[in-house]
């Protein structure tokens, strides 16, 4: 009979949190493109749905790595900016597609949120979404 095979641990990376918060707004766009275009041309609106995560180790007094309040009060700075507007006029977010939505919400909020770690954003109506992350 032979002995079981001997396990050698093998060294895991260091565990990082990620804490998210979900928000959405409602906002209208038109959109420049050879696809769909039609429609794309035409002022139309959706409900986006986005989501800031922020990563990195517990505090080791708070056991937080970000007071998610924190996270919800530049949320609620930023919100007004997209909600209920028509977003081809939105300052510095250019075309309004989803990957410049990622772009402009991650650069809102870096600057208060520094363990911001991916921005999320995603229309449920019709089932296409955008991350953009740190690799």
């Known amino acids: 009979m032979n002995p079981a095979p001997t396990l050698v ?3 895991l990376a260091t565990p990082e949190f990620r804490v998210s918060q979900k928000f959405f707004f409602d906002a209208a766009h038109t959109l420049q493109r050879d696809i769909e275009r039609e429609g794309s041309l035409r002022i139309h609106g959706h ?3 986005a989501e800031v995560t922020v990563s990195g180790s517990r505090d080791p007094l708070t056991g937080m790595v970000v007071d998610l309040g924190l996270v919800r009060q ?3 700075q930023l919100r007004p900016q997209l909600d209920h507007r028509l977003l081809d006029e939105v300052p510095d977010l250019g075309p309004a597609t989803l990957e410049n ?7 809102s909020l870096e600057p208060g ?3 911001l770690s991916q921005v999320r954003v995603w229309r449920d109506s019709v089932g296409d979404g955008c991350t953009l992350g740190r690799a």
Do not use: D, N, Q, S
Not at 101 to 107: E, T, V
């Open 74 to 76: 530049h949320i609620e």
């Open 47 to 49: 409900t986006y749905y």
């Open 9 to 11: 641990p093998t060294p």
């Open 113 to 115: 949120l520094p363990g």
């Open 101 to 107: 939505l990622c772009a402009f919400i991650w650069r």
